[in-house]
């Protein structure tokens, strides 16, 4: 079955350093999403994109956050400049047409030092 | 606003129990979906469920089965003779669909279930 890959699965970085989170989605996919976990609490949205730019975004999703999709695969989340609160597991999914289930990656644990 | 509420923080049983998960909604939007999806110690998030607002029908599958009932907002989880591979924080969400077709799920607090051997 096709899957959500998300690279690297765990990224420690200092503060005020750049970070890019990485994911491929499945390949037939139309919508893509960001979602973020910190250390036991719920999952919480980010942004979601569709088409080539942002359709929605959380307050959480600041200046210090973007997203991209370089090519016909990648999807990308960029961390301008890391604050110590950024630790979270960071979650990407894809959903295909007419409101199919969002598929989730296996996470990419972020750690800010 | 959406919310989903979980009010079961954690939940403790032993191998071959039924244990059901309970999830309570808020919602305005008529057209709603609502997801199970269980997070092992792993990590990973494992989507079981989704069922949109209009099918209230009852659903099975193996050990695992779904009442939502509209009249109360509920859609809660059962799980019959649960095993110690059970053992994860099950999620509750809700969406509502955004325009261009994408969803924005909103997720529960998460029940930890411990199924003790």
């Known amino acids: 079955e096709p899957e959500v890959t998300q690279t690297p699965s765990h990224q420690v970085t200092q503060m005020g350093q750049e970070v890019i989170l990485r994911c491929v989605p499945i390949s037939n996919h139309l919508y893509f999403y960001w979602y973020r976990q910190i250390l036991g609490q719920k999952v919480e949205f980010l942004v979601s994109f569709y088409n080539n730019e942002i359709s929605e975004k959380s307050e959480i999703f600041d200046d210090q956050f973007s997203v991209e999709r370089p090519d016909g695969s990648n999807f990308t989340l960029k961390i301008r400049s890391t604050k110590l609160e950024d630790s979270a597991m960071y979650f990407c999914?894809?959903?295909?047409?007419?409101?199919?289930?969002?598929?989730f990656g296996n996470g990419t644990r972020l750690t800010v030092t | 606003a959406q919310k989903v509420t979980q009010a079961q923080t954690e939940i403790s049983v032993v191998e071959k129990e039924d244990v059901t998960l309970d999830c309570v909604y808020e919602?305005?939007?008529?057209?709603?979906?609502l997801f199970w999806y269980k997070q092992p110690p792993s990590g990973e998030l494992v989507f079981l469920i989704r069922r949109n607002s209009f099918d209230e029908q009852n659903e099975i599958s193996g050990r695992y089965s779904w009442n939502f009932q509209k009249s109360t907002s509920s859609f809660n989880f059962t799980i019959t003779a649960s095993q110690v591979v059970d053992s994860a924080v099950y999620f509750c969400?809700?969406?509502?669909?955004?325009?261009?077709?994408?969803?924005?799920?909103?997720f529960g607090k998460g029940t930890k279930l411990t199924v003790n051997p």
């Open positions: 919602t305005r939007d008529t057209t709603y979906y």
């Open positions: 999914a894809s959903s295909g047409q007419g409101g199919s289930p969002l598929h």
């Open positions: 969400a809700l969406s509502e669909a955004q325009r261009g077709g994408s969803e924005k799920l909103v």
